[in-house]
């Protein structure tokens, strides 16, 4: 079994890990970036977009909501959003590190 099925948070691989995890997962980076782009309001996803995520365990249900779309049109306003969110949250994955918080502190607000 695949390692990165397991991960809870992608987030948490290294660059390097991630340009690992885009290779192994070619061929569902081929099909899910071709699906995202029909999927997706301007500025589509770039080719170094991480479709691939679709095809891992912490984004099954968003690639279970998205497998039968084949334009924006068809996807409720929830979801739409679900991937307008994916697509802005991963923009960068596959090219920095930096901004991300893996595992954001808790809002402490005082009494």
């Known amino acids: ?10 987030r948490t691989l290294t660059l390097a890990e991630r340009h690992s995890a885009r290779d192994q997962y070619d061929r569902d980076q081929i099909d899910w970036l ?3 782009r029909a999927l997706a ?5 770039d080719d170094d977009f991480p479709a691939f995520l679709l095809a891992t ?3 099954a249900d968003l690639a279970r909501k998205l497998k039968k779309a084949s334009s924006r049109s068809q996807l409720t306003v929830d979801v739409a959003d679900e991937v307008d969110w994916f697509l ?11 901004g991300e ?5 808790a ?5």
């Open 1 to 10: 079994m695949d390692t990165y099925d397991f991960l809870a948070d992608p």
């Open 41 to 45: 309001e301007a500025p589509k996803p």
């Open 88 to 98: 802005t949250a991963f923009a960068d994955y596959l090219r920095t590190e930096e």
């Open 107 to 111: 809002t402490h607000v005082p009494c």
């Open 101 to 105: 918080e893996v595992f954001p502190a």
């Open 34 to 36: 071709t699906k995202l």
């Open 57 to 59: 365990q912490p984004f």
